[in-house]
Every structure is written in C-alpha cells, then in structure tokens.
C-alpha cells in the first residue's frame, strides 16, 4: 500500500510564505514525476508545479516567479516553496506522484491541505 502524506498548510496574510511537504511511504521500487495540484471552491483541480526524478521542474505561469518546487528522492519528499501568496492561491492543495510498485505504475493522491491567504 502507498500512502501520500502532506504537511505545511495553514492561514497566512498576502505577501507571506508557506512550504508545503508531502512524504511517499510503503512498498516502492521507484517514484517518477511528483507534484503538487489545487483545487479551488468551484474550481477544477490544477496543476501548479511538477518534478522529475531527474530534477526538472514545471510550474503552472500563475506561480512563475514566486513558488519552487522540490524533492528529495532519498526521502521520498517533495516540498512546495510558497513565497508572496495572493488570495488568489487560497486552495486545497494535493501531492500527486507516480508510483511504480513492482510491475505496475500508478498515480497516488494525499489527501490535501488547505492552504488559505487572507487580504
């Protein structure tokens, strides 16, 4: 079994920061692309910003500039720098990564966390 865990959500006042982490345990032979989705009231989840293995990254043009993406692979981690939030960002964010499991590969969701920005 494979479990996402998330941590690092909370309240914080526009133009502040918050790093969020997301922990991959159980049964692993590798993990692929890791990120990190939100989902907004009303609003379709979206991508905000991917990971390779290999360290190449993806953010999503409305966090360019102000939020990082990284990982450990040794911790099976990624983490989300969150610098100069808008209340815009106030959302539910999730970790999404690619699980490979013996022979099988497959997306595992966290069970997200909220992230609020307050004007």
């Known amino acids: 079994q494979v479990q996402l865990v998330e941590s690092g959500g909370g309240l914080v006042q526009a133009g502040g920061s918050l790093r969020l982490s997301c922990t991959v345990s159980?049964?692993?032979?590798?993990?692929?692309?890791m990120g990190w989705y939100r989902q907004a009231p009303g609003k379709q989840r979206e991508l905000v910003a991917v990971?390779?293995?290999?360290?190449?990254?993806n953010l999503a043009d409305s966090v360019k500039g102000r939020f990082t993406i990284s990982r450990d692979n040794a911790k099976n981690t990624v983490y989300l720098q969150m610098n100069s939030l808008k209340p815009e960002d106030t959302a539910l964010y999730y970790c999404?990564?690619?699980?490979?499991?013996?022979?099988?590969?497959?997306?595992?969701w966290g069970r997200g966390t909220q992230v609020t920005v307050s004007s």
């Open positions: 999404n990564a690619q699980v490979a499991r013996f022979i099988s590969l497959n997306d595992y």
């Open positions: 990971i390779t293995p290999g360290l190449s990254t």
């Open positions: 159980g049964i692993i032979s590798r993990i692929n692309d």
